[in-house]
């Protein structure tokens, strides 16, 4: 072997001796910082960590009146757990959103043919959403409460049925008066208000359609009142299902202080963990500020196969919303604001596949 030969591989010799110090060493240094809880958070992650707790309260939505109604949440209560509410009697909105489950069904879905296609997302902090459902097909909470009471796949319901319901149920009507004042005066007149009745634009001959169109403009636009009213009542007591102060919170809270230690609560693991969650991993550029979500939609790129349907996502969401008189800009909203997302809303083929 050449001189040159020699010290080409005395220099790498002496390159991987230091790498493996080097390495030994951020090991001995990892070891120690498990050991004692010290993990070194940089300027910049600090002060993204610092943004992502307390959560504050959550914002005012001008359209629905009741958001903060009491009375209005008692009543919402009541209807997100009454099953007569559904076709069958066997379903209520606590059916796919359970409290023990963490208010989601905490079924699988196997696949795009099956009743759900989608899990069904939490309602936790649902008060904190810009838009709903995993397309963003709804712009409040209380519209979206109103898809599942008539989707077929779901409650399979009706808003003249639903009308009925409230109208025949002491309890509930009385309920209903309180907060929103009495039915409309001609409610018990079947020829006027149908036992059942929704609009089926896309089936001019389906029953419940023909119910519908015998009705006057302005019965259907009273039982359309009463339906927003009852998604209006059902969001107010879904604005209580917030997540509470938690482990990460207590940390935050001790980091304000000065104190960045971990504690049994938030082990030294997790605080590992949030540094790579604001540093290295970027996670931070979807999963931010206080809900941990910039609620908003993304493709995440991945391939389902040859075998699976495209699901529009968005694309869909944009289209449905853009169709339904239930939204923030509509003649059942509350207040229509000078600014409402949906007003700047329009499908454009990049939002195929992406979702919430």
Sequence with gaps: MSRQGQGGSNFATRAAIALLVSSAAALNASAQNEATGATELSERELRSILRMSPLPPPPVDPSNAYADNVDAAVLGKRLFFDKRLSASGEMSCATCHDPALAWRSGERVVDAESRFPKNAPSLRNSAYNRWFYWDGRADSGWSQ?????????????????LLHRIRLDPVLRSAYRKVFGALPVAADDPKRFPPAARPVDDEPEHPLQRAWATMTDDDRHAANIVFSNIGKAIAAFERGIVVGDTAFDQFVARLRQGDDTPSKTFSASALRGLKLFVGRGDCTLCHSGSNLSDG????????????????????????????????????????????????FLDAQTHQLGQFK
């Design 145 to 161: 409460a109103l898809g599942p009471l008539e989707h077929e796949r779901e409650m399979a319901g009706n808003r003249l049925a």
């Design 296 to 343: 908003e939609f993304h493709d995440v790129g991945i391939a389902l196969g040859a075998h699976y349907r495209v699901d529009p996502g968005r694309h869909r969401g944009v289209l449905t919303l853009l169709q339904s008189p239930f939204t923030r800009t509509g003649e059942y909203a509350d207040t229509v604001t000078d600014f409402a997302p949906v007003q």
